[in-house]
């Protein structure tokens, strides 16, 4: 039997029709999430998210950015280091890889099919993402931000000011704290994530009775609509500290800390992971896997909004809040053995 004949112009055509279809659908899923979680002596790490459970991950980092007059993405790919650049598997959908590179890419495979590359993703530093940091170099009166000009005033009391981490701290006596002017969703947890991170030197300062509130977008008069965070500690003489956090309800996260000289804490949350961690001098201490809720407050230091009781007597100072969750390794890099880091990061 004779076979059909496709003219020169027919099987065009169908050769064209085929290549469209190819090039609109290279794969059937979407390519992943990828961001920087900071940088820390020169080494970046990036996460990349998948929104289903992968077999394998490519992960390409360079020096240079992708520019498309320079020519396509697949020369960007072969020119930067290898598609087997070495990561790490934190679960089915997710993977980090950690190098001295200032770009970088992904794609994942599910079975034999390769997703589409992200975008190339340039590092941030450790102050991206900063929205708030209060230096309490001020002697007496409000306490400004340095970011975005919120303020501070004394809840029906003066605070005064003592020698901090760096310059100047505030000084508590048990008889006031520091309440912000307006309330906001700034310094609520989102999509984007949350951390905040102070240093205290509560040490021998102190009634053994009581817990000792520390930083919060907590209003006791407004919970829990107004509530969204709160950290103290239940009492420094028990060696722990305490994060309460809102989201489904409300959970606590709980652990060791000797309140001994100066002490930083830091509490995280991290959006892709729904996880809130609690650090205290660089250390985690506990974590939990809880929700979030983004609500709009008065930020109090030494105290929560509109309720004066469990307020400290000692010296707080460097109090930076961002709106993405910092890194271990940049927690670490806070902590700095101790010694802290100064304002700008």
């Not at 050769?15 to 090039?23: E, G, N, S």
């Not at 008889?175 to 947890?189: K, V």
């Not at 102070?198 to 300062?205: E, F, K, T």
């Not at 929700?291 to 105290?303: D, H, P, R």
Request: charge should be negative; proline fraction near 5%; aromatic fraction near 14%.
């Amino acid at each position: 039997m004779a076979q059909p004949k496709i003219n020169r112009r027919g099987w065009l055509a169908m050769w064209l029709q085929k290549r469209r279809r190819k090039r609109q659908h290279p794969s059937s899923f979407d390519a992943p999430s990828l961001v920087s979680l900071g940088t820390v002596a020169g080494d970046t790490t990036w996460r990349a998210v998948a929104p289903v459970a992968v077999n394998g991950w490519q992960f390409c980092t360079g020096d240079t950015p992708y520019d498309s007059e320079q020519g396509s993405f697949d020369e960007w790919v072969a020119g930067a280091d290898s598609p087997d650049t070495e990561f790490v598997v934190v679960n089915p959908t997710t993977a980090t890889v950690t190098v001295d590179f200032a770009y970088c890419a992904a794609r994942y495979r599910v079975g034999a099919t390769w997703s589409p590359w992200t975008g190339v993703v340039y590092k941030i530093a450790l102050g991206s993402g900063l929205v708030a940091h209060f230096a309490f170099d001020e002697v007496s009166g409000d306490r400004s931000d340095s970011v975005g000009g919120y303020a501070l005033r004394g809840f029906d009391c003066t605070i005064n000011s003592a020698p901090g981490l760096f310059g100047r701290g505030a000084l508590f006596n048990r008889s006031g704290f520091l309440q912000g002017i307006d309330a906001t969703t700034l310094f609520s947890p989102s999509s984007s994530g949350l951390t905040v991170s102070i240093w205290v030197n509560i040490d021998g300062i102190y009634d053994p009775g009581s817990d000792i509130r520390i930083v919060s977008l907590w209003d006791e008069t407004g919970y829990p609509a107004n509530c969204s965070w709160a950290i103290w500690t239940a009492t420094p003489e028990e060696a722990n500290i305490t994060a309460m956090v809102m989201g489904s309800g409300y959970t606590y996260l709980e652990g060791e800390a000797n309140f001994s000289g100066w002490n930083h804490i830091c509490l995280v949350f991290d959006p892709v992971l729904s996880l809130w961690l609690l650090y205290f001098n660089g250390e985690m201490v506990a974590s939990h896997n809880f929700g979030f809720v983004a609500a709009s407050g008065k930020l109090g230091v030494g105290g929560n909004a509109n309720t004066e009781s469990a307020t400290p007597q000692g010296v707080f100072d460097e109090l930076a809040i961002w709106s993405r969750p910092l890194c271990e390794a940049e927690v670490k890099q806070l902590y700095n053995h101790g010694n802290g880091r100064a304002y700008p990061y």
